[in-house]
């Protein structure tokens, strides 16, 4: 099984970050070493102090420097791609490409920028480098109301792109469940039989509760 991913979301802040560090964190305690790559970060208020970044280097055991862990940083909350444009800042896809694969056959995470089609540059959206890199995908999304709507789309754009899907992790993001929680796995699964399901991952408030209850959902994913 591979120790290899890619992780994406049906939005923004939809848990990808901690599910990212979580599986870090279970190759980590394999002894695996792993790599931490998210090429692309945004909304910092510093460039020296990139909070995604930091989290899954800390997550990966703490052995990068983060000039390998994130490449691009921008102070903008927005899209990677009109963060870089506004900030005067350049961009590399090469950069990106060839970050990857110093990596070699570690296992590791990447870490995309919100969802598939969040733009990276004026050339690739998230998807591309999901295309390019040749990972498996992990897609986070909402437990609750929408994400029926946002998990189908996004999977249907994988497929399209015959682009491999590991799981779909779906995450409660606040303490309250809406009606429909009980039902979105059920009716996701039903629509994509081949794809595998994990969680709801429940809500802690507490930080150490919190890792414990993506690190026992995500699990198996790292076996």
């Known amino acids: 099984m591979t120790r290899r991913f890619f992780v994406t979301g049906t939005d923004t802040g939809v848990g990808k970050t901690q599910v990212s560090a979580s599986l870090l964190r279970l190759m980590a305690a394999q002894g695996l070493e792993p790599f931490a790559f998210k090429p692309f970060e945004s909304g910092m208020a510093s460039r020296d102090a990139p909070a995604d970044g930091l989290a899954l280097q800390r997550a990966a055991g703490g052995w990068q420097p983060m000039e390998t862990v994130t490449l691009f940083r921008f102070?903008?909350?927005?899209?990677?791609?009109?963060?870089?444009?506004?900030?005067?800042?350049?961009?590399?896809?090469?950069?990106?490409?060839?970050?990857?694969?110093?990596?070699?056959?570690?296992?590791?995470?990447?870490?995309?920028?919100?969802?598939?089609?969040?733009?990276?540059?004026?050339?690739?959206?998230?998807?591309?480098?999901?295309?390019?890199?040749?990972?498996?995908?992990?897609?986070?999304?909402?437990?609750?109301?929408?994400?029926?709507?946002?998990?189908?789309?996004?999977l249907n754009a994988l497929v399209a792109r015959r682009l491999r899907v590991a799981a779909v992790v779906l995450v409660h993001s606040t303490k309250e469940a809406d009606a429909s929680t009980p039902h979105n796995r059920g009716e996701l699964e039903r629509r994509f039989p081949r794809v595998r399901f994990i969680g709801p991952v429940r809500f802690q408030r507490s930080e150490s509760r919190r890792r414990e209850a993506f690190d026992e959902a995500l699990s198996s994913l790292v076996e």
């Open 75 to 154: 102070h903008a909350p927005l899209a990677p791609g009109i963060a870089a444009k506004l900030e005067r800042r350049k961009t590399s896809w090469r950069r990106v490409v060839t970050g990857f694969r110093a990596f070699g056959k570690k296992a590791g995470v990447v870490e995309g920028a919100g969802g598939l089609h969040v733009p990276l540059d004026a050339s690739h959206d998230v998807i591309d480098a999901i295309d390019a890199l040749g990972l498996p995908v992990v897609v986070v999304a909402r437990a609750g109301l929408g994400t029926i709507n946002h998990t189908t789309l996004t």
